[in-house]
C-alpha cells in the first residue's frame, strides 16, 4: 500500500485539534453569512433602517475549544439604546418597552398612563434625522423646557431665563413656546380642538401652531421579524455542510 505514511498523518494532524480548529472555521463562515443575512432582512422588513441597527449586528466567533458560533445585535455601552430593546417587539410582537424619554413625561405627569409617544406625520421642522427619528439634541431640550429629568438631572431642567431666549428667538431660529394639549382626553377647553400630545407656537403672538409629540394609546405590534425565516432564506443550515466538507480538505490538504 503506498501513500499510507501520507494518510497516517493526515490522520493525525486532525485527531490533535486539526478537526476541532476545521469545524470552527466553517461555523465562523456561516456565523459572517448569517450577519449579512440578517443585516438584509433589516433593510427588507425596515423603512430607512438606522446604521446603527445595521451595524450592530456582531458574530461572535467560534473557536477549537468553543465550537459555537452566535450572530446578535451586540450593545456596547455609550448613548446609543440596546438593540436587543429596539427589536424585541419587531421579533415577538406586542407591545414595546418605553424610551427614556416616554419614562420622564410619565414621571412628571405630561404622559398619561397607557400612553407612548409618536412622531407626527408632518414632523416639526429640525425635530429628525434622515432616518425619521428625533434628533437626541431636540429631545433632550423638549424634556429640558418641560422640566422632565429627575432630581439627579435637575440642573438639565431650563431656567425661566433660558425659556425666555428660546421664546423670544433670535437671528437663527423663530421663537417658539412648548404647551401640552390632552384635547378631549381631559375636557382641556381650551385645547380641546387639539389632539393629545405635545405641540409649539411660534410666529406673531404664537398664531403657527404645530405638533411635535403625539400621545397615543401603547400600539401592540405585529412579528415583522423572524430568525427562523433568515435562517431559511439563506439556507444556513446546507450552507454549514458545505463549509465543514471544505474545511476538512483544507486540512487535510487534499
Do not use: C
Amino acid at each position: 500500500m503506498t501513500g499510507a505514511d501520507e494518510v497516517l498523518a493526515t490522520l493525525l494532524g486532525l485527531s490533535r485539534g486539526g478537526a476541532a480548529r476545521a469545524y470552527a472555521k466553517a461555523l465562523n463562515d456561516v456565523g459572517f453569512a448569517g450577519r449579512a443575512a440578517m443585516q438584509k432582512e433589516f433593510g427588507e422588513v425596515f423603512n430607512q433602517v438606522t446604521p446603527y441597527i445595521q451595524k450592530s449586528v456582531r458574530v461572535k466567533m467560534a473557536t477549537a475549544e468553543r465550537l459555537s458560533v452566535t450572530i446578535e445585535p451586540t450593545y456596547y455601552g455609550g448613548k446609543g439604546i440596546d438593540p436587543q430593546r429596539v427589536l424585541q417587539a419587531q421579533e415577538f410582537g406586542g407591545r414595546r418597552r418605553d424610551k427614556r424619554s416616554e419614562v420622564a413625561l410619565r414621571r412628571v405627569g405630561i404622559l398619561p398612563n397607557g400612553y407612548q409617544t409618536v412622531i407626527p406625520e408632518d414632523p416639526f421642522p429640525g425635530s429628525v434625522d434622515q432616518f425619521g427619528n428625533i434628533k437626541g439634541a431636540f429631545i433632550t431640550q423638549l424634556l429640558s423646557y418641560m422640566r422632565a429629568f429627575g432630581e439627579q438631572g435637575y440642573r438639565a431642567n431650563m431656567t425661566d431665563k433660558v425659556r425666555g431666549n428660546l421664546h423670544r428667538g433670535g437671528k437663527k431660529a423663530e421663537g417658539r413656546r412648548y404647551f401640552v394639549a390632552y384635547g378631549r382626553m381631559r375636557g382641556d377647553a381650551k385645547s380641546g380642538h387639539l389632539a393629545p400630545g405635545i405641540w409649539a407656537a411660534s410666529g406673531t403672538h404664537g398664531s403657527n401652531i404645530r405638533p411635535v409629540l403625539m400621545f397615543v394609546r401603547a400600539p401592540s405590534y405585529s412579528s415583522r421579524l423572524s430568525m427562523d425565516k433568515v435562517v431559511q432564506k439563506a439556507q444556513l443550515e446546507s450552507y454549514l455542510d458545505r463549509r465543514i466538507r471544505f474545511r476538512f480538505r483544507e486540512a487535510a490538504g487534499v
